[in-house]
């Protein structure tokens, strides 16, 4: 955990912020894999960390704005748990670690909640994403599973995306932890790579990199050389020369930030000519999206000006034709970019998904795009200092996207079907790196950048 104070000023940032009412947020309880004691690894609810930082089941947590109280809900170790699970620091002893005063049993909260309602007052809470939680939030509220969504707190969602959107200098230092991490699962995938082994090989020895770092992958690990399938989870396939092999992984450290690279290589260890070709303009993507990308400056501006290089690169080997403008105007870039540049990272690997995309990655000033592909991009608002989000574009040879598209000719006046046809078995390319916003641009986040050069990651595939 962090110090208590970081604890403290957060929730009283939310006091002020809420203003009246009582701010509820609940803790995750155990979920059960395939019997009730077989659980899936505990991972704490995001919201409930970054205000209450404790990382054990069972706990919610209540900000009281009129009376002023924070409370822990929970129940001390009884002689079971002591046996079976060792014991744990008193609830008292939990909550002043969070800077908390005062604590009640769990069944206690059910109380405190209805004599709120019944003086009419607000009880704000999070939109709940866990079967569990939304069980004990309809239970406590007395609302039907069904009817929850109507009672969430907008004012709730809008000011935690506000506090947690700008990264604290504690919250840095983890990401770049989970960064190092990340970096040493990246270069193993490459060290092991080569025709013959199955992917999960891989897959498993670099979950292992990040269970070691005493955490845990920060999602399911992507790791496929059927690289044009953006979020592949399947790893059993024996890897083959002349593919392409994409490892999109992070880590999570044990407070619960998120890296997340991509990196996509040869499985032979040397790129041929038409690989090289289109890698190079992904890295000029990325690249040039992290010289732009600084506060003040559109998220979707920086999506956009990605697009136009691959746009620019794809014209220039005979893919694509026409106004490099008007094309990325038409969405044609999408055939081979179907996706957005990135989005912000940090307790979540997709930072605050769960309070709806809409709220963490637009605002008043910027609605998402209904055009396929940029309709995908999570981050659209202005950037600003301490924002942390990653830059991730791509190529891909998706050959039933690219079916479709020729047979409806759709944006056939930017692209030559013709030769796209010749990248049918291609596969795809997607580099990601992460970065943090500061006074005047944007820093690279972690101790060394992942080997992304032809020269840098031939050399690590080598060794
Ligand atoms: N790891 C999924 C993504 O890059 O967004
Ligand atoms: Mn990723
Ligand atoms: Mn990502």
Same mark, same amino acid.
């Given at each position: ?173 983890? #990401?770049? /932890?989970?960064?190092?991490?990340? %970096?040493?699962? *990246? +270069?193993? $995938? ?5 025709? &013959? ?94 010289? #732009?990308? /600084?506060?003040?400056?559109?998220? %979707?501006?920086? *999506? +956009?000006? $990605? ?5 620019? &690169? ?150």
């Amino acid at each position: 955990m962090f110090e208590q104070d970081i604890y403290v000023n957060r929730r009283n940032n939310l006091r002020q912020m809420i203003s009246s009412g009582v701010i509820l947020f609940l803790g995750h309880n155990e979920s059960p894999t395939n019997y009730a004691g077989n659980t899936y690894r505990f991972r704490q609810d995001s919201n409930f960390l970054y205000f209450f930082g404790l990382n054990l089941p069972q706990l919610a947590g209540v900000i009281d704005i009129e009376d002023g109280t924070d409370c822990l809900y929970g129940n001390d170790t009884d002689i079971e748990d002591i046996i079976w699970n060792g014991d744990l620091p008193s609830m008292q002893e939990q909550a002043s670690q969070a800077g908390i005063n005062s604590v009640s049993p769990f069944r206690d909260l059910r109380i405190k909640l209805l004599s709120a309602i019944r003086k009419g007052r607000k009880i704000h809470f999070l939109p709940p994403y866990r079967g569990e939680s939304k069980i004990v939030l309809s239970e406590l509220l007395g609302v039907r599973i069904s009817d929850l969504e109507n009672y969430v707190s907008k004012k709730l969602i809008k000011s935690v995306v506000k506090l947690r959107s700008e990264k604290e200098p504690c919250e840095i230092a983890e #990401i770049e /932890k989970a960064c190092d991490t990340g %970096y040493e699962m *990246h +270069t193993l $995938a490459m060290r092991m790579c080569k025709p &013959g082994i199955y992917e999960y090989q891989i897959t498993g020895a670099i979950e292992g990199v990040a269970t070691g770092a005493n955490g845990m992958p920060s999602f399911p690990i992507i790791q496929s050389q059927n690289s044009e399938i953006l979020h592949n989870h399947n790893h059993n396939n024996i890897l083959q020369a002349g593919k392409l092999m994409v490892t999109d992984a992070g880590a999570e450290t044990y407070m619960g930030y998120a890296s997340d690279f991509t990196r996509t290589i040869p499985v032979d260890g040397k790129f041929t000519k038409k690989q090289l070709d289109i890698y190079n303009i992904v890295l000029a993507a990325n690249n040039h999206a992290q010289k #732009i990308a /600084k506060p003040d400056v559109f998220y %979707y501006d920086v *999506h +956009t000006a $990605a697009a136009k290089i691959i746009t620019e &690169g794809l014209k220039d080997i005979g893919l694509m034709k026409g106004n490099v403008d008007e094309a990325v105007i038409n969405g044609a870039h999408a055939l081979f970019f179907p996706h957005g540049l990135g989005h912000m990272m940090g307790l979540d690997v997709h930072d605050m998904e769960d309070l709806g995309e809409n709220y963490v990655g637009y605002d008043d000033e910027i609605q998402r795009s209904t055009q396929f592909g940029t309709a995908y991009l999570r981050l659209g608002r202005r950037l600003k200092t301490n924002f942390v989000l990653t830059v991730e574009p791509g190529i891909y040879f998706i050959p039933a996207l690219i079916a479709k598209w020729d047979s409806e000719r759709i944006n056939s006046s930017f692209i030559d079907f013709g030769k796209v046809r010749e990248y049918l078995d291609f596969g795809g390319i997607r580099l990601e790196d992460n970065i943090v916003i500061t006074n005047d641009g944007c820093r690279m986040l972690g101790k060394r950048r992942i080997p992304v050069t032809k020269e840098e990651v031939e050399e690590e595939m080598s060794k």
